[in-house]
């Protein structure tokens, strides 16, 4: 199937370009990039003498032989691009968020409808191995009711390019919470099959990137920092929500004054026993069997997530298949999140 990447920034590089490019149902036959050198080097990484390297994505809609799309742009851009894909009848893989807002991700969700057409969400937890075993253990009734499910996503200093797209409203949506806790609310709610939010309360800080030039830091993934550039989003966030399946409460942080020591991980707290998911890595259950207390931590083969990611996409693209990364299962996050920036910019709790 022929494929076409449009943003050539870090996660083509990282994920969507080498995994098209070692599956063996796929060719890159686009990279697209307002950067022109962005584009020639993702074509000269992952692409064949034949894959053609250009600013403009309308080339590849306009090629009736690209069948499916990756859109790694900003946030900014998720919508009306995917919306454009869908429209030039092509089958689209958007990375996370879905967009900016919950309207446009819906938007995007009822165009995909409308047309016909595959619309996925880079939601690629989804495909974690760890994250699969976990939301197994949930629906066997091994650990019993799970009535409330703790997530923590925090760093000491991780801004990442500060003044740059991440750190700008405009652009990205949000911070942290979009960035970072997407990816953390989608996995529990896809561990336990939410259907429903009934109420959120939420609040989000901006305290230690701003003013820009005070912020001290070490690393700055997609730095270095642009002091002319917009620090408008929060780095930290914290909240609690209620569902149809459990309640929630997460803490997230890009910088913090307090170290990084065991701060990414998820738990669930069931009736029978528990789980705590260290995020990207394994799982510890815990539990009472025969007047006893134990804990296990299993040991099971690791997966590359996100080559199963788009290579499901692929298959999908073929029949047309709704699976579970499908921009239908994500809305329940993106009304999340939508909530969580709604209630702090309130001060109250939102009631769906």
């Known amino acids: 199937m022929k494929v076409a990447i449009i943003g050539c920034g870090s996660i083509a590089n990282s994920a969507h370009g080498p995994s098209y490019h070692r599956n063996p149902n796929a060719q890159i036959a686009y990279c ?13 990484r992952f692409g064949t003498p034949e894959t053609i390297a250009c600013t403009d994505y309308h080339d590849a809609l306009r090629d009736p032989e690209v069948k499916a799309v990756s859109v790694c742009v900003p946030n900014y851009l998720h919508a009306p691009i995917a919306i454009d894909c869908l429209r030039a009848g092509k089958q689209v893989l958007c990375e996370k968020p879905a967009s900016v807002s919950y309207d446009l991700a819906k938007e ?24 699969n075993r976990v939301k197994d253990l949930i629906e066997s009734g091994e650990l019993g009711e799970i009535y409330h499910v703790y997530c923590s996503f925090r760093s000491s200093r991780a801004i990442p390019g500060l003044g740059g797209p991440f750190t700008t409203q405009a652009m990205a949506g949000g911070g942290v919470l979009i960035d970072w806790g997407v990816h953390y609310l ?16 939420g609040q989000t800080y901006s305290k230690l990137g701003t003013p820009m030039r005070d912020y001290v830091f070490e690393y700055m993934w997609a730095g270095p920092p642009d002091y002319d550039g ?3 989003v929060e780095e930290f966030v914290t909240g609690l929500i209620r569902t ?9 942080a890009w910088a913090q004054n307090v170290p990084d020591d ?12 528990g789980v705590k998911l260290t995020y990207g890595g ?17 040991d099971y083969p690791h997966n590359d997530m996100f080559y199963d990611e788009l290579d499901a996409f692929l298959r999908c693209a073929e029949t047309g298949e709704h699976i579970r990364s499908n921009a239908a299962n ?23």
Do not use: H, W
């Not at 697209?32 to 000269?44: F, H, N, T």
């Not at 989608?186 to 309360?201: A, F, G, R």
């Open 186 to 201: 989608d996995l529990i709610n896809y561990c336990l099959n939410t259907e429903k939010v009934c109420s959120v309360s």
């Open 108 to 131: 995007m969700c009822d165009e995909a409808e409308r047309l016909g057409r595959v619309l996925n969400i880079g939601v690629v937890n989804r495909f974690n191995g760890a994250v």
């Open 244 to 252: 149809d399946k459990a309640t929630i409460s997460l803490n997230g």
């Open 230 to 232: 917009v620090y408008d």
């Open 330 to 352: 994500v809305l329940v996050t993106a009304q999340m999140m939508q909530a969580l920036y709604d209630s702090a910019k309130e001060g109250r709790e939102i009631v769906l």
């Open 32 to 44: 697209v990039d307002i950067i022109p050198e962005r584009a020639q080097a993702l074509k000269e």
């Open 262 to 273: 065991d701060t990414r991980f998820i738990e669930f707290l069931g009736t029978k026993g």
């Open 282 to 298: 394994g799982y510890t259950v815990y539990g009472a069997k025969d007047g006893k207390l134990y804990r296990e931590t299993p």
